[in-house]
C-alpha cells in the first residue's frame, strides 16, 4: 500500500513509525522546515493523517482526505464537524491507555497530600537535619469526586477504592450499574468531596466546566486534580483560590495554554505540576500506535473501523 500517501503529524513510537513507512508514503509534517510548502506540494495526494493536531485550515487543503487517525483519546484539537461534513472518517485510541492514566491520577493524588515533591527536594537541599516536614494527610477515608466517569473514570474510582476512598462522580447522565453516588450538579458535589478529579473530555461542550463556583464550593480543605484538558478548568480563577487560600491544593497534568505554566504555580507549595504526561510509557505509546495503525489498515481494506470517532 505504499502508494498511499499519508500525512504525519508528529512524532510516534518507532514501532508505530516503522509500521507506517512498511504501508504506506509518509509525510512528516513534524520534520518539515516549511510545513506549508509541504502540504502545498503533497496535499493533493494525502489520503489519511496520521497524529494530532488537525484544525480546519489543514484539512481543507487535503481533497483526497479519508481518514484522521488520531494518536490519543480525546479530539478536541481535530474539527469534526468539517471532518464529518466531508465524509472523513476519524478514529482514536481508547482503552490502551486507561490503565496508564489512571495510575498517574492516584499518583498525582498522592503527591500531593504527602507533598512527595517537596520532601525529595527538602532531603536534597540537605535541609532534613533542621527537622522533619510538617504533617500531611493520607487518601483513606476521604471521598474522591470524579468528573467524567468514562473508560479512564471507572479505572481511578476502582484505584480511589483499592486506596479505602468514598467515590461519587459527576456527568452529563447517570450511569447504569455503577455502585457509585451521582450527582447531577457539580457544584452540589464539590460541596461533598474532599478530592476532586477531572477526568472528562475537552472541547466546547466542557469548556470552564470546573468554575470558579465549583472551585470555591470544593474549598480551603479541598484539592483538584486535572488528568483531563487544560480548558476543563477555569485556570485564573483556579490560580487565585490557590493563592488565597481558599483552594487546599492542586496537581495538573495538562494546562490552558500548554507548556506555558502561570508563573505563581511555579513557586506554590500546594501544587504538584507535571507536563502532560498521562500516557508517556514506552509500553502505553507503543500500544496506542499499535492501534492507530490497525485502525488505517482496516480503513484501507474496506474493514469495520477499531475504533470509531466519526
Given at each position: 500500500?505504499?502508494?498511499i500517501h499519508i500525512?504525519?503529524?508528529?512524532?510516534?513510537?518507532?514501532?508505530?513509525?516503522?509500521?507506517?513507512?512498511?504501508?504506506?508514503?509518509?509525510?512528516?509534517?513534524?520534520?518539515?522546515?516549511?510545513?506549508?510548502?509541504?502540504?502545498?506540494?503533497?496535499?493533493?495526494?494525502?489520503?489519511?493523517?496520521?497524529?494530532?493536531?488537525?484544525?480546519?485550515?489543514?484539512?481543507?487543503?487535503?481533497?483526497?482526505?479519508?481518514?484522521?487517525?488520531?494518536?490519543?483519546?480525546?479530539?478536541?484539537?481535530?474539527?469534526?464537524?468539517?471532518?464529518?461534513?466531508?465524509?472523513?472518517?476519524?478514529?482514536?485510541?481508547?482503552?490502551?491507555?486507561?490503565?496508564?492514566?489512571?495510575?498517574?491520577?492516584?499518583?498525582?493524588?498522592?503527591?500531593?497530600?504527602?507533598?512527595?515533591?517537596?520532601?525529595?527536594?527538602?532531603?536534597?537541599?540537605?535541609?532534613?537535619?533542621?527537622?522533619?516536614?510538617?504533617?500531611?494527610?493520607?487518601?483513606?477515608?476521604?471521598?474522591?469526586?470524579?468528573?467524567?466517569?468514562?473508560?479512564?473514570?471507572?479505572?481511578?474510582?476502582?484505584?480511589?477504592?483499592?486506596?479505602?476512598?468514598?467515590?461519587?462522580?459527576?456527568?452529563?447522565n447517570r450511569k447504569?450499574?455503577?455502585?457509585?453516588?451521582?450527582?447531577?450538579?457539580?457544584?452540589?458535589?464539590?460541596?461533598?468531596?474532599?478530592?476532586?478529579?477531572?477526568?472528562?473530555?475537552?472541547?466546547?461542550?466542557?469548556?470552564?466546566?470546573?468554575?470558579?463556583?465549583?472551585?470555591?464550593?470544593?474549598?480551603?480543605?479541598?484539592?483538584?486534580?486535572?488528568?483531563?484538558?487544560?480548558?476543563?478548568?477555569?485556570?485564573?480563577?483556579?490560580?487565585?483560590?490557590?493563592?488565597?487560600?481558599?483552594?487546599?491544593?492542586?496537581?495538573?497534568?495538562?494546562?490552558?495554554?500548554?507548556?506555558?505554566?502561570?508563573?505563581?504555580?511555579?513557586?506554590?507549595?500546594?501544587?504538584v505540576l507535571s507536563?502532560?504526561?498521562?500516557?508517556?510509557?514506552?509500553?502505553?505509546?507503543?500500544?496506542?500506535?499499535?492501534?492507530?495503525?490497525?485502525?488505517?489498515?482496516?480503513?484501507?481494506?474496506?474493514?469495520?473501523?477499531?475504533?470509531?470517532?466519526?
Amino acid at each position: 500500500m505504499t502508494d498511499i500517501h499519508i500525512l504525519q503529524t508528529h512524532a510516534m513510537p518507532e514501532g508505530c513509525e516503522k509500521a507506517l513507512a512498511e504501508r504506506f508514503t509518509v509525510h512528516r509534517l513534524h520534520r518539515a522546515a516549511d510545513r506549508d510548502g509541504l502540504i502545498e506540494e503533497v496535499g493533493a495526494r494525502i489520503r489519511a493523517i496520521a497524529g494530532t493536531g488537525v484544525p480546519r485550515a489543514v484539512l481543507a487543503r487535503l481533497p483526497k482526505l479519508e481518514i484522521v487517525a488520531n494518536f490519543g483519546v480525546g479530539t478536541d484539537s481535530i474539527d469534526i464537524p468539517h471532518a464529518t461534513s466531508r465524509g472523513i472518517r476519524v478514529t482514536n485510541t481508547p482503552d490502551v491507555l486507561n490503565d496508564v492514566v489512571a495510575e498517574l491520577a492516584i499518583g498525582l493524588m498522592i503527591a500531593l497530600a504527602r507533598r512527595i515533591p517537596q520532601a525529595d527536594r527538602y532531603v536534597r537541599e540537605g535541609r532534613w537535619p533542621s527537622g522533619n516536614l510538617p504533617l500531611y494527610r493520607e487518601l483513606r477515608g476521604y471521598t474522591l469526586g470524579i468528573v467524567g466517569l468514562g473508560r479512564i473514570g471507572s479505572e481511578i474510582a476502582s484505584r480511589a477504592q483499592a486506596m479505602k476512598m468514598r467515590v461519587v462522580y459527576h456527568g452529563r447522565n447517570r450511569k447504569p450499574r455503577q455502585p457509585y453516588a451521582y450527582y447531577a450538579d457539580l457544584v452540589e458535589m464539590a460541596r461533598a468531596v474532599d478530592w476532586l478529579v477531572a477526568v472528562t473530555p475537552g472541547g466546547a461542550g466542557t469548556q470552564k466546566l470546573v468554575n470558579r463556583d465549583v472551585l470555591e464550593a470544593l474549598g480551603p480543605q479541598g484539592a483538584f486534580v486535572n488528568v483531563a484538558r487544560g480548558s476543563v478548568v477555569d485556570q485564573d480563577a483556579l490560580v487565585e483560590l490557590l493563592e488565597t487560600g481558599s483552594l487546599g491544593g492542586a496537581a495538573l497534568d495538562v494546562f490552558e495554554d500548554e507548556p506555558a505554566v502561570p508563573q505563581s504555580l511555579l513557586t506554590m507549595q500546594n501544587v504538584v505540576l507535571s507536563p502532560h504526561q498521562g500516557t508517556a510509557t514506552h509500553e502505553t505509546r507503543e500500544a496506542m500506535g499499535a492501534l492507530l495503525v490497525a485502525n488505517l489498515d482496516a480503513h484501507f481494506a474496506g474493514n469495520a473501523l477499531l475504533t470509531p470517532v466519526a
